[in-house]
């Protein structure tokens, strides 16, 4: 018997005290923090509130305060981890006017965030499928995954330098960049070699920037000939 409170998710606005203060917000944070060290050694079956508020080192009353169930700081996890990958993506990506260099740069920037963030990416993928598996919790996995192509999305177009990619094509670049890095973390996780791996981000990059090279065709005009 399990000391976790199923109780219908939310979301996580809804959790917590109603008037959120500096320190309910360092104490969140605090629990969160401890739920995903509580997650990447303990696997998300094992890991129960008591175990999260013994991680987080507080009461479990003081987490059930702040947070209504299990389900909540879970959620609340994977919210942590979309925002700490956007934001890493952002710092590592260096701005370019060429298309074809921020589309290596992006995917490399993505593959070496994975290579560091094993355990999270074990992490990432429990809660994914929970999220989906938990009624009232699918739209986040639904977030996520707008929120990683946004993330793509907004680096490809270089903050809007980028007017030679329409907003329709910079989207599906985006979903085929996620659709190749999703996939060879998979691989990663099943005993990919480190070399193998390297080599698909490269071929990955190959494909993506002949896809860019494809829409920068289709979405060229002829110039006009002047009149004499």
Known sequence: MTDDRRTEPAAPDEHGPSRPTAKSAETRARIVAGAL?????HG?????????????????????YHFSSKEAVLLAVLEMMIDDMTAT???????????????????R???????????????????????VRTK??????????????????DLLSGGGASPELAAADA??????????????ILQSLAGASECDLRASVDAL?????????RCATRGAR????AAA
Request: charged residues 25%; proline residues 1%.
């Open 37 to 41: 060290r509580a997650l990447e050694t």
């Open 44 to 64: 998300l079956s094992q890991t129960t509130t008591r175990r999260i508020a013994e991680e987080s080192d507080i009461r479990l009353a003081t987490l059930h």
């Open 89 to 107: 993506l952002t710092a590592r990506t260096r701005s370019s006017d060429a298309l074809d260099a921020r589309i290596a740069d992006i995917l």
């Open 109 to 131: 920037a993505s593959w070496s965030y994975v290579e560091q963030t094993r355990a999270k990416q074990i992490v990432q993928y429990e809660l994914t499928l929970y999220a």
């Open 136 to 153: 009232g919790c699918e739209w986040l996995a639904a977030r996520q995954y707008q929120a990683y192509v946004g993330a793509y999305v």
């Open 171 to 184: 989207e599906d670049l985006a979903r085929l960049m996620l659709a190749g890095i999703d996939g060879l």
């Open 205 to 213: 990059t190959v494909g993506v920037q002949a896809r860019a090279a």
């Open 222 to 225: 002829p110039k006009r000939i």
